[in-house]
């Protein structure tokens, strides 16, 4: 609320690109939530970086079975762009223990399940069994969460405060043993860090 238009276009300066951010995510359709949407876009337009952040930050080419016991947790926060799969900037990417991050899902309790074909972790484990079986074990599914927080700066006014998308990376051997992906010298987080504030996205 402005005391006069004066004073609104003084201000325009600071506002204008929450505003142009907050329009563009209200245009899209009204059956999604607009963090929802735009993080469907995020995680599509970024996947090729996400298999290969994931791929490093797991180790998994010097150990193999931390695709069972790790995954990694992507947070980001809202910021414009004119970009659709580009609106959000990375805060952080960590690898995580999976009890930790089925916690974060409230999906703890499901772990222990005897069942759990009805359930998001059933259905995941269903999945990797299944691509195991039918690329002879050589592809398998790893697993990343990705959290949206609707804050800082360009937070979209109206919007829910976080939205969190379970997102499995479908890995290859072949791309595990890469020399691209093996260099010891090799930062992944800065190099996603780069791909996704540059909108960049690797494409595997």
């Known amino acids: 609320m402005y005391c006069s238009k004066e004073c609104q276009r003084q201000d325009w300066p600071q506002h204008k690109s929450t505003c142009?951010?907050?329009?563009?995510?209200?245009?899209?359709?009204?059956?999604?939530?607009?963090?929802?949407?735009?993080?469907?876009?995020?995680?599509?337009?970024?996947?090729?970086?996400?298999?290969?952040?994931?791929?490093?930050?797991?180790?998994?080419?010097?150990h193999p079975s931390n695709i069972d016991n790790f995954g990694l947790v992507i947070?980001?926060?809202?910021?414009?762009?004119?970009?659709?799969?580009?609106?959000?900037?990375?805060?952080?990417?960590?690898?995580?223990?999976?009890?930790?991050?089925?916690?974060?899902?409230?999906?703890a309790a499901e772990v222990t399940a005897t069942n759990g074909a009805g359930n998001l972790l059933g259905m995941h484990m269903q999945q990797r069994e299944m691509l195991k079986r039918n690329t002879h074990g050589q592809e398998d599914f790893a697993t990343v969460l990705v959290a949206?927080?609707?804050?800082?700066?360009?937070?979209?006014?109206?919007?829910?405060?976080?939205?969190?998308?379970?997102?499995?990376?479908?890995?290859?051997?072949?791309?595990?043993?890469?020399?691209?992906?093996?260099d010891p010298t090799l930062n992944w987080y800065t190099s996603l860090h780069f791909q996704v504030q540059e909108n960049i996205p690797n494409h595997t």
């Open 20 to 62: 142009l951010l907050a329009a563009s995510f209200m245009r899209d359709s009204q059956a999604e939530p607009p963090l929802q949407r735009h993080l469907r876009f995020w995680t599509a337009r970024f996947n090729g970086s996400l298999v290969c952040a994931t791929i490093v930050a797991l180790e998994l080419n010097a």
């Open 75 to 107: 947070n980001l926060r809202p910021r414009p762009h004119t970009e659709a799969g580009a609106r959000f900037d990375l805060v952080s990417a960590v690898g995580t223990p999976m009890l930790q991050m089925y916690a974060m899902m409230g999906l």
């Open 148 to 182: 949206a927080h609707n804050e800082g700066p360009h937070a979209i006014p109206g919007a829910v405060e976080k939205e969190v998308r379970f997102k499995p990376i479908a890995v290859q051997k072949r791309m595990i043993r890469s020399p691209a992906l093996t």
